[in-house]
């Protein structure tokens, strides 16, 4: 029996709420980084009696398109899975469900699901330093319940949240651009998960494929990518409202 952890996580929130939960499963993970656009996903292959815990953020209250794909294409096998939506602290709406049918139809068996919290990737200021110890002592809690829910055999499917037909997707929008102080290193366009950045020119971006993730931000060294200020304004008086109040991490088992 292997564990993996299966994981889109562009700015790193999505993977720190994972690693609070699968740290408690076992010490040996295999993980699958599915970001990584480089990566024939077709070639993983899992086993009957393996564990995943797919972990991906919520975008609109959708899974991300290029996590879609990449996780369909994995071979599970029957496979049990643990799903794990990651949201910044607005609401996962479709999320979830969204997700249980892209694992079921890879092939994985679902036994348990849960939402948690992370730092907004566009307006930070929300949920800012999540997840925290607060959310680590929950999904401490969470990963016990899980676990002793495997130790007893037990593979029934949880009641997951969300609606079939999914909400419409957004389109991204939000696409980060290179300040004066870009020195086109190319590490943005090497990182981003869908090749939407130009390597000898990081100022072209390919604005359909951009999914607006934020990673090109998250990874330069030179702090040389921003979002354009009044977009980001609009964005956060937006959000004001929705995202203030403290939102909890939920389980579904």
Known sequence: MKFYEICFSPTGGTEKAANMLVKEFAKEIQSVDLTDSRVDFSD????????????????GGRVPRP??????????????????CVYGNRAYEDTLVELEDTAKQAGFRIISAVAAIAEHSIARQFASG????????????????????????????PAIPGNRPYKKASGGGIIPK??????????????????????????????????????CVSVCPHSARKVNGMMLAAVNTMLKKTCSERKECELYI
């Open 67 to 84: 996590a879609v794909e990449r996780l369909s294409a994995i071979k599970a096998n029957g496979a049990k899975a643990v799903l794990v």
């Open 178 to 215: 290179p300040t004066k102080d870009c020195v086109k290193c190319g590490l943005c366009a090497e990182k981003c998960p869908v090749q939407a950045i130009d390597r000898n020119d990081p100022k072209k971006v390919d604005s359909k494929a951009c999914i607006s993730c934020m990673r």
């Open 130 to 157: 999540r997840p925290d110890a607060q959310d680590q002592t929950q999904l401490h809690k969470f990963a016990e319940k899980i676990h002793t829910k495997l130790t007893a055999g037990d593979v029934s499917k």
């Open 44 to 59: 993983i292959s899992l086993e009957e009696n393996d564990i995943a815990v797919i972990a991906v953020p919520s975008y």
